[in-house]
């Protein structure tokens, strides 16, 4: 099987090929999903992460694509994430996703890496595959998602002491310190057994990581619940990896410990589905992930009207 790598951008015709597989793809193994977006597939392939140095592959003429973050920052370069690794549902079985896994392999220890990660759903083919190559599941987690109703007001729950704000874009530069600080206590969420490190929240690095996912053609909104001395004590983030789509991905959602058992979690949550929906109407559906073990934001999620979608995992494989 023929594996070429892909030069950084790739062409329209590379983007469009590599979409193709995904699409097929995702048709076959989640055909209760939306279909992949142009947009936010030629934003992920064109546009450079911040986090490391991305590398690109494809096998034959659109039988498979790979591709690999080698992590650049500070206290991660000896770790990777494969971020995919699909294979058309006509060419499975016939050696593509060894093949492509070997070159993934080569390149890992050409640069001296000694682990890689992958997010995985579980029970499907991507599970039976990570699994025959030597992968673990180090971190179990799932998908959660809610349905975005066409009409009606969101009920936000009141936050006394506390006001609720909404940023589009990036966070305002006055907040973005807060914001950052607020961040760090996402350190005591579950991460299991992975090796790649949590990094130190600045403002410069809360802004790198927003600004690239406007760059990528993506719409961010984040909801924060601050206190009068100008702390932020909760938030939550959603990005609409195509603002023209009808999915959005909530990421983090954080409450700082000395806030912790006023319910803004919930608020938080809640004021991002009321803010979302008025920005954006077409929007129908909100899904995130959640560890498993990660009991406090799963009972949140579940009083919000989240539903588990189906299984997840971080799988690893030490080299």
């Known amino acids: 099987m023929m594996i070429h ?16 597989v995904l699409t097929a793809a995702a048709a076959a193994d989640l055909p209760q999903l939306p279909p992949p977006s142009r ?22 003429e659109g039988a498979g694509v790979a591709a690999l973050l080698l992590f650049t920052e500070e206290g991660n370069t000896h770790t990777a994430f494969l971020d995919v690794l699909t294979v058309r549902p006509e060419e499975r079985r016939r050696g593509v996703g060894t093949a492509l896994w070997e070159r993934v392999r080569e390149e890992l220890l050409a640069q001296g890496r000694t682990s890689v990660a992958a997010m995985v759903d579980l029970g499907g083919p991507g599970q039976a595959f990570a699994e025959a190559m030597g992968f673990e599941n180090v971190l179990p987690m799932a998908w959660y998602a809610q349905e975005i109703p066409a009409a009606g007001p969101v009920r936000v729950p009141e936050t006394p002491g ?8 990036l966070v305002p530069d006055a907040w973005a310190p807060a914001a950052a600080a607020a961040h760090a206590a996402m350190e005591d969420a579950p991460t299991g057994d992975m090796d790649e490190r949590i990094q130190t929240w600045t403002a410069q690095r809360l802004h790198t990581l927003q600004q690239l996912i406007l760059d990528r053609g993506g719409d961010l ?12 004590a909760a938030y939550t983030k ?32 809640r004021h991002m589905v009321a803010q979302a929906a008025a920005r954006h109407p077409r929007l129908r559906r909100i899904a995130t992930t959640v560890a498993d073990e990660n009991g406090p934001m799963r009972a949140v999620n579940e009083a919000l009207g989240y539903r588990r979608e189906r299984g997840l995992g971080i799988f690893q494989i030490k080299l």
């Open 5 to 20: 790598s892909l030069a950084l951008p790739p062409s329209d015709a590379e983007v469009d090929a590599w979409l193709a």
């Open 39 to 60: 947009v936010e597939v030629a934003g992920r392939l064109c546009v450079t992460p911040a986090r490391g140095r991305p590398v690109l592959w494809a096998a034959g």
């Open 162 to 169: 506390y006001e609720l704000l909404t940023w589009h874009g």
């Open 221 to 232: 909104s984040t909801v924060a619940a601050v206190t009068p001395d100008g702390e932020v």
């Open 238 to 269: 959603i990005v609409l990896p195509d603002p023209a789509g009808t999915s959005a991905v909530q990421y983090d959602t954080v409450v700082v410990p000395g806030h912790r058992g006023h319910g803004l979690g919930r608020a938080v949550k």
